[in-house]
Nanobody, 124 residues
Framework: QVQLVESGGGLVQAGGSLRLSCAAS????????IGWFRQAPGKDREEVSC????????TYSDSVKGRFTISRDNPKNTVYLQMNNLIPEDTAVYYC?????????????????WGQGTQVTVSP
């Protein structure tokens, strides 16, 4: 059974850092694209970052490019999102997701598997 469990969220001041973890089980994460979405109150869910199978290619939304870094730890079957220089606009629930595809295109489709989410709150 595919399962994704996020952790690492919390409250941080603007300019601070957090590292989110997405622990995968039921499949070998390195063989598939895995990404992060976020949803702020009253807003649509948006894709933040994705890492392709084998970790060769990564993608970032314009709003986080240069501040966030996605990576894998294959022995731990875990994907990370390092978030630096956080701003209040980054406040949201962050979700880990996979469609069990090799690439990031169309991530978050109807067949996607989602984690339960972790809250990130950035204070001014």
């Amino acid at each position: 059974q595919v399962q994704l469990v996020e952790s690492g969220g919390g409250l941080v001041q603007a300019g601070g850092s957090l590292r989110l973890s997405c622990a995968a089980s039921g499949f070998t994460a390195e063989y598939y694209a895995i990404g992060w979405f976020r949803q702020a109150p009253g807003k649509d869910r948006e894709e933040v970052s994705c890492i392709m199978s084998r970790g060769i290619t990564t993608t970032y939304s314009d709003s986080v490019k240069g501040r966030f870094t996605i990576s894998r730890d294959n022995p731990k079957n875990t994907v990370y999102l390092q978030m630096n220089n956080l701003i209040p606009e980054d406040t949201a629930v962050y979700y880990c997701v996979t469609d069990l595809n090799l690439h990031c295109d169309g991530l978050g489709s109807q067949k996607a598997h989602w984690g339960q989410g972790t809250q990130v709150t950035v204070s001014p």
